[in-house]
Protein backbone atom coordinates (compact mmCIF):
# COMPACT_ATOMS: atom_id res chain seq x y z
CA UNK A 1 0.00 0.00 0.00
CA UNK A 2 1.27 3.00 -0.72
CA UNK A 3 2.34 5.29 2.27
CA UNK A 4 0.50 8.39 1.10
CA UNK A 5 -3.19 6.63 2.39
CA UNK A 6 -1.59 6.61 6.19
CA UNK A 7 -1.42 9.45 8.52
CA UNK A 8 1.58 10.72 9.66
CA UNK A 9 0.96 9.20 12.87
CA UNK A 10 1.01 5.69 11.80
CA UNK A 11 4.59 4.01 12.68
CA UNK A 12 5.76 2.60 8.86
CA UNK A 13 8.97 1.19 9.81
CA UNK A 14 9.30 -0.96 13.43
CA UNK A 15 12.87 -0.07 13.65
CA UNK A 16 10.97 3.67 14.84
CA UNK A 17 10.04 1.76 18.04
CA UNK A 18 11.63 -1.74 18.95
CA UNK A 19 12.89 -1.40 21.89
CA UNK A 20 11.01 1.59 23.05
CA UNK A 21 8.33 1.58 25.97
CA UNK A 22 4.90 1.98 25.04
CA UNK A 23 1.90 3.99 26.90
CA UNK A 24 -0.56 0.76 26.48
CA UNK A 25 -0.90 -2.85 25.34
CA UNK A 26 -0.08 -3.24 21.96
CA UNK A 27 -3.13 -5.58 20.21
CA UNK A 28 -1.79 -7.95 17.20
CA UNK A 29 -3.28 -6.60 13.84
CA UNK A 30 -3.23 -2.76 15.48
CA UNK A 31 -2.25 0.23 13.96
CA UNK A 32 0.11 1.63 15.89
CA UNK A 33 0.27 5.59 16.32
CA UNK A 34 3.67 7.26 17.51
CA UNK A 35 1.97 8.63 20.22
CA UNK A 36 1.35 5.13 21.96
CA UNK A 37 5.38 4.98 21.83
CA UNK A 38 6.07 6.11 25.32
CA UNK A 39 7.93 10.08 24.82
CA UNK A 40 5.53 11.20 21.28
CA UNK A 41 3.42 13.40 22.04
CA UNK A 42 0.39 14.59 19.63
CA UNK A 43 1.04 17.43 17.38
CA UNK A 44 -1.09 20.08 17.20
CA UNK A 45 -1.30 19.60 13.20
CA UNK A 46 -2.65 15.93 13.93
CA UNK A 47 -6.46 15.33 12.42
CA UNK A 48 -6.86 12.09 14.12
CA UNK A 49 -9.96 11.83 15.81
CA UNK A 50 -9.52 10.41 19.54
CA UNK A 51 -12.50 7.88 18.03
CA UNK A 52 -9.93 6.50 15.47
CA UNK A 53 -7.68 5.18 18.37
CA UNK A 54 -10.23 3.24 20.02
CA UNK A 55 -9.66 -0.57 19.31
CA UNK A 56 -12.45 -2.14 16.98
CA UNK A 57 -15.62 -3.54 18.95
CA UNK A 58 -14.39 -1.82 22.14
CA UNK A 59 -15.81 1.83 23.99
CA UNK A 60 -13.83 4.28 25.36
CA UNK A 61 -15.88 4.87 28.58
CA UNK A 62 -14.82 7.38 31.23
CA UNK A 63 -16.29 6.91 34.71
CA UNK A 64 -15.88 8.38 38.60
CA UNK A 65 -14.04 5.76 40.65
CA UNK A 66 -13.10 6.15 44.48
CA UNK A 67 -9.39 5.69 45.01
CA UNK A 68 -8.17 5.94 48.88
CA UNK A 69 -4.24 5.45 47.48
CA UNK A 70 -2.18 7.93 46.59
CA UNK A 71 -3.62 8.85 42.96
CA UNK A 72 0.11 9.55 41.83
CA UNK A 73 0.38 5.31 41.76
CA UNK A 74 -1.61 4.92 39.08
CA UNK A 75 -0.39 5.14 35.49
CA UNK A 76 -1.58 4.88 32.43
CA UNK A 77 -1.48 1.09 31.12
CA UNK A 78 -2.14 -0.35 34.79
CA UNK A 79 -4.49 -3.22 35.49
CA UNK A 80 -7.45 -2.23 38.10
CA UNK A 81 -10.63 -4.18 39.29
CA UNK A 82 -13.57 -2.10 39.52
CA UNK A 83 -15.87 -2.70 42.59
CA UNK A 84 -19.50 -1.39 42.52
CA UNK A 85 -20.71 -0.49 46.44
CA UNK A 86 -24.36 0.21 46.82
CA UNK A 87 -27.08 -0.05 49.08
CA UNK A 88 -29.27 -2.88 49.31
CA UNK A 89 -32.77 -1.37 50.34
CA UNK A 90 -34.06 -4.92 51.29
CA UNK A 91 -31.80 -6.27 53.61
CA UNK A 92 -30.65 -2.70 54.87
CA UNK A 93 -27.07 -3.24 54.59
CA UNK A 94 -24.03 -2.29 52.03
CA UNK A 95 -22.86 -4.40 49.52
CA UNK A 96 -19.49 -4.58 46.94
CA UNK A 97 -19.58 -6.72 43.62
CA UNK A 98 -16.51 -6.72 41.53
CA UNK A 99 -17.93 -5.78 37.98
CA UNK A 100 -14.74 -5.56 36.10
CA UNK A 101 -11.49 -7.15 36.70
CA UNK A 102 -7.86 -6.61 35.12
CA UNK A 103 -9.11 -3.54 33.09
CA UNK A 104 -6.15 -1.37 31.01
CA UNK A 105 -6.13 2.13 32.58
CA UNK A 106 -6.34 4.03 29.42
CA UNK A 107 -6.55 7.69 31.03
CA UNK A 108 -6.45 8.71 34.81
CA UNK A 109 -7.75 12.25 36.09
CA UNK A 110 -7.59 13.14 39.89
CA UNK A 111 -9.89 15.46 41.28
CA UNK A 112 -8.37 16.74 44.08
CA UNK A 113 -11.31 18.72 45.35
CA UNK A 114 -13.26 15.71 46.34
CA UNK A 115 -12.19 14.50 50.33
CA UNK A 116 -13.55 12.08 53.48
CA UNK A 117 -14.26 14.85 55.68
CA UNK A 118 -18.08 14.81 54.99
CA UNK A 119 -18.24 10.82 55.99
CA UNK A 120 -15.99 10.99 59.22
CA UNK A 121 -17.49 9.36 62.26
CA UNK A 122 -18.37 11.44 65.64
CA UNK A 123 -15.07 9.90 67.14
CA UNK A 124 -13.13 10.97 63.91
CA UNK A 125 -12.70 6.91 62.65
CA UNK A 126 -13.93 6.90 59.15
CA UNK A 127 -14.66 2.88 59.53
CA UNK A 128 -17.22 4.00 62.03
CA UNK A 129 -18.88 7.10 60.06
CA UNK A 130 -22.40 6.25 58.86
CA UNK A 131 -22.26 6.20 55.00
CA UNK A 132 -25.68 7.87 53.95
CA UNK A 133 -27.06 6.96 50.22
CA UNK A 134 -25.89 10.84 49.40
CA UNK A 135 -22.23 9.82 50.51
CA UNK A 136 -22.49 7.46 48.18
CA UNK A 137 -24.29 9.04 45.00
CA UNK A 138 -22.13 12.04 45.21
CA UNK A 139 -19.21 9.98 45.92
CA UNK A 140 -17.96 11.87 48.81
CA UNK A 141 -16.55 8.82 50.15
CA UNK A 142 -13.12 9.29 48.89
CA UNK A 143 -10.86 11.34 46.02
CA UNK A 144 -12.32 10.11 43.27
CA UNK A 145 -10.48 9.74 40.01
CA UNK A 146 -11.98 9.75 36.43
CA UNK A 147 -10.96 6.56 34.74
CA UNK A 148 -10.81 6.24 30.98
CA UNK A 149 -11.11 2.29 30.03
CA UNK A 150 -11.66 0.70 26.78
CA UNK A 151 -14.93 -1.73 27.33
CA UNK A 152 -16.68 -4.22 25.03
CA UNK A 153 -20.43 -2.92 24.81
CA UNK A 154 -22.15 -5.32 27.35
CA UNK A 155 -18.84 -3.56 29.85
CA UNK A 156 -20.54 -0.44 29.37
CA UNK A 157 -23.86 -1.32 30.22
CA UNK A 158 -22.42 -2.79 33.64
CA UNK A 159 -20.26 -0.40 34.44
CA UNK A 160 -23.22 2.64 34.12
CA UNK A 161 -25.85 0.37 36.02
CA UNK A 162 -23.62 0.47 38.68
CA UNK A 163 -22.71 4.11 38.39
CA UNK A 164 -26.29 4.62 39.05
CA UNK A 165 -27.06 1.96 41.44
CA UNK A 166 -23.90 3.33 44.00
CA UNK A 167 -20.14 4.47 43.58
CA UNK A 168 -17.22 2.35 41.52
CA UNK A 169 -13.96 1.80 43.63
CA UNK A 170 -10.98 0.47 42.46
CA UNK A 171 -8.30 -1.87 43.47
CA UNK A 172 -5.36 -1.83 41.78
CA UNK A 173 -3.92 -5.57 39.93
CA UNK A 174 -0.76 -7.22 40.21
Avoid: H, W
Avoid at 80 to 85: G, H
Avoid at 101 to 116: D, P, Q, T
Avoid at 133 to 149: A, K, N, P, V
Amino acid sequence: MPECIFSEKFVLDEGQILGKKTNSDILKGEIIFADKVEGAALSQSSNLKFSSYIPKNLRAVSVPVNYFGDSSLLRTGDRVDIISTYYEYSGGELKSDTILSEKEVILAESNFGSSMSNSIGDNGNFLLGTATEEDFRSGSLGSFIIMTFYLEPGEVEIIFLALERGVLNLSICS
